[in-house]
């Protein structure tokens, strides 16, 4: 299970390198979903199944509203990709600076975080996230719900905003 923990953390750095070095919003998306995805991993290996879920899906729906709206006004024809000389240059520097980061603070890490929820099973009575999941459904319920139509608005209000002189995507077929 480290080996897998290991596997989303360099997923998860990498994927902060791609969005932090990328110029076009469409590899910065592509970006943003490996980091999501990754860090909702680290949330399952954590013991967090509901809450990487919930995390997950909310945050994908946030990540659809901010591509639609970069997309929608960066409409390039050839976008730089990953490959592109500028953007590789990036990412080299990011690496480095990570590298050099890891290897200032490699002394002072703690090795027993990366205890996953099944190797503990034995002490436990109850999984962490089942508290979690009563909980959002007493009392975060309303929220969730609020949240989800608030992005859904917020697409809309973005399409509308992007469609400038032309009919754009909220035409009449």
């Known amino acids: 299970m480290v080996y897998i923990m290991c596997v989303f953390m360099l ?6 390198v ?11 998306a592509l970006g943003l979903v490996v980091v999501s ?16 879920l919930v ?19 960066a409409a390039e024809p050839f976008p ?10 990036n990412v080299a520097g990011y690496l480095v600076g990570v590298v050099l980061g890891a290897s200032f603070f490699w002394d002072g890490w703690f ?18 996230d089942i ?10 319920g309303l929220m969730l719900v609020l949240s989800a139509w608030v992005l859904l608005l917020t697409l809309f209000v ?5 469609r400038g002189l032309s009919r754009g995507a909220l035409r009449a077929v």
Do not use: Q
């Not at 995390?55 to 006004?73: C, D, E, H, P, R």
């Not at 975080?113 to 002490?123: K, Y």
């Not at 973005?158 to 992007?162: A, F, G, P």
């Open 18 to 28: 791609v969005v932090a070095s990328n110029p076009s919003p469409y590899f910065g």
């Open 131 to 140: 508290g979690g999941v009563a909980v959002m459904y007493s009392s975060g």
């Open 158 to 162: 973005v399409l509308e905003v992007c």
């Open 111 to 128: 090795g027993g975080l990366w205890l996953t929820v099944d190797e503990g099973a034995e002490f436990s009575l109850l999984r962490a």
């Open 55 to 73: 995390l997950f899906l909310i945050y994908l729906g946030g990540m659809l509203v901010v591509f639609a709206y970069s997309a929608a006004l």
């Open 11 to 16: 997923g998860l750095v990498l994927g902060v």
């Open 37 to 52: 995805g990754m860090g909702c991993g680290m949330l399952v290996g954590h013991g967090a199944p509901f809450l990487s």
């Open 80 to 89: 730089e990709t990953l490959g592109s000389r500028s953007v590789a240059l």
